[in-house]
C-alpha cells in the first residue's frame, strides 16, 4: 500500500475525460515518447505525446502511436511513412533516438476517429507539416553538424517568449 494523507474535500473532482479537439490544424510538439508492446505483445509502438504549444488549445494533448515493430508488413511501413513524415516535419532526418523528435513545432491536422468496439471517439493526427508551411520533400537535416560550429547555445524554444 502507498501512504496518501489525501483530502477529497479540498479538490474539485474531476469530471470526466477531456473533450475532443476540434478538426483543425494546431501547432504543436511531441513532449514524449517511449517503445511500448503493442496489445498482442508480438510488436511494438512508438507511443508519442503532442502537446498543443499555441491558441485556445494550449497545453492539451494528442496521442499517436506508430507499429514499428509488427508482424503485418504493411502495418510496419505505414508507421515508418508517418515517422518520414515527423522526421521531415521537424528536420530531424535521421534520429538516433526518439528524444531528438522532442521540443520540435510541427503543425499537426487533427480529425477525429469514430469509437468501436467499447471505445469512445477520439483525436487522430492525419497529417504532420512543416511549420515554415515548405513541402516535407524539401528538407536538410536539422540535427547535422555544421562544419567549424561550436557546441549549440542554450536557446528558449521558438514559441516561447
Not at 64 to 83: D, M, P
Not at 125 to 142: M, N, P, Q, W, Y
Request: charged share 30%.
Amino acid at each position: 500500500m502507498t501512504e496518501l494523507n489525501f483530502d477529497a474535500n479540498s479538490i474539485e473532482p474531476a469530471t470526466g475525460r477531456f473533450e475532443l479537439l476540434p478538426v483543425d490544424d494546431y501547432l504543436a510538439v511531441i513532449s514524449e515518447s517511449a517503445m511500448a508492446d503493442n496489445k498482442k505483445t508480438q510488436g511494438k509502438h512508438l507511443s508519442l505525446t503532442w502537446t498543443v504549444i499555441e491558441g485556445d488549445y494550449k497545453d492539451r494533448k494528442v496521442f499517436s502511436n506508430l507499429n514499428l515493430v509488427n508482424e503485418n508488413a504493411q502495418t510496419v511501413e505505414i508507421a515508418q511513412r508517418e515517422l518520414s513524415a515527423i522526421c521531415r516535419a521537424t528536420g530531424v532526418l535521421h534520429p538516433k533516438d526518439s528524444s531528438e523528435l522532442h521540443d520540435k513545432p510541427v503543425v499537426i491536422s487533427v480529425g477525429i476517429r469514430k469509437g468501436s468496439n467499447g471505445y469512445e471517439d477520439s483525436n487522430v493526427i492525419r497529417k504532420f507539416s512543416r511549420v515554415d508551411g515548405k513541402e516535407l520533400g524539401d528538407v536538410t537535416d536539422a540535427t547535422a553538424p555544421v562544419k567549424g560550429a561550436g557546441a549549440p547555445a542554450k536557446a528558449k524554444k521558438p514559441w516561447q517568449k
